[in-house]
């Protein structure tokens, strides 16, 4: 498999240069949501409605599904079906390591240590190689800015970043609006089978209703 969904958004959110995740908070949603889009196209698991169901716990062959896999069927404890809300503010955060480790196995970036005050280790993931990167934002801004037609992953992506409004990480300096109007319609788009893009929209209802909870009780 090529660069997952899930890596994508990650290397989105970061600076190709210090290597700090920028918006992290939110991007760990749309990262944890493009690993179970991954997973829903894979055919391992099933979005509908509120629900989340392990349809199939085969190993796919990319560790960063397979180890999603495993996780999601411990948690599911024997039920067939739980929230996807409550999977993905249990891994948003989580999901975020294991997809920077699994861009640092890939070799197209590399970890380094910082100590803040001398004291405090922080980790940061410049890019080593910048040319996937550059394919990717290609890739976005032939469709959502030239009109070009989507395929089945690349809608995929632009409708995570959508839904977590990650718009001026994945298109800086491109007016917002415009940005915005491009990308719910092909969120909304004929792009894939019902199946996946009612996935996906529940996956949007249910990223925005984990982050929205999540900022309330921080707030309070």
């Known amino acids: ?3 997952t969904l899930a890596e994508e958004v990650m290397l989105l959110s970061l600076d190709d240069e210090t290597g700090s995740a920028k918006q992290r908070q939110t991007a760990g949603w749309a ?3 493009g690993i179970l889009l991954e997973l829903v196209l894979a055919e391992r698991v099933s979005v509908a409605g509120k629900y989340l169901e392990l349809t199939d716990p085969t190993p796919t062959g990319e560790q960063l599904l397979d180890g999603r896999i495993l996780l999601i069927e411990a948690w599911l404890r024997g039920r067939s079906k ?3 809300t409550d999977w993905l503010t249990k891994d948003h955060t989580k999901a975020v390591g294991a997809t920077l480790e699994s861009l640092r196995g890939r070799g197209v970036v590399t970890e380094q240590e910082h ?3 001398g004291m405090f280790p922080v980790r940061r993931y410049p890019e080593s190689d910048g040319s996937v990167e550059r ?5 976005l801004e032939a469709v959502v800015l ?5 395929d089945v992953r690349t809608a995929g992506l632009i409708a995570l970043v959508h839904s977590a409004k990650l718009h001026r ?3 800086p300096g491109q007016p917002r609006k415009q940005i915005v109007a491009r990308a719910a319609e092909i969120a909304a788009g004929q792009w894939a089978a019902e199946g996946v893009r009612a996935a996906i929209r529940d996956m949007q209802v249910a990223i925005t209703a984990a982050s929205l909870a999540t900022a309330a009780a921080v707030t309070a």
């Open 1 to 3: 498999m090529a660069i």
């Open 31 to 33: 990262v944890a949501g």
């Open 82 to 84: 739980r929230r996807v």
């Open 115 to 117: 100590k803040v005050l």
């Open 135 to 139: 394919e990717l934002r290609q890739r």
């Open 146 to 150: 030239e009109g070009a037609e989507p």
């Open 169 to 171: 990480l994945a298109f």
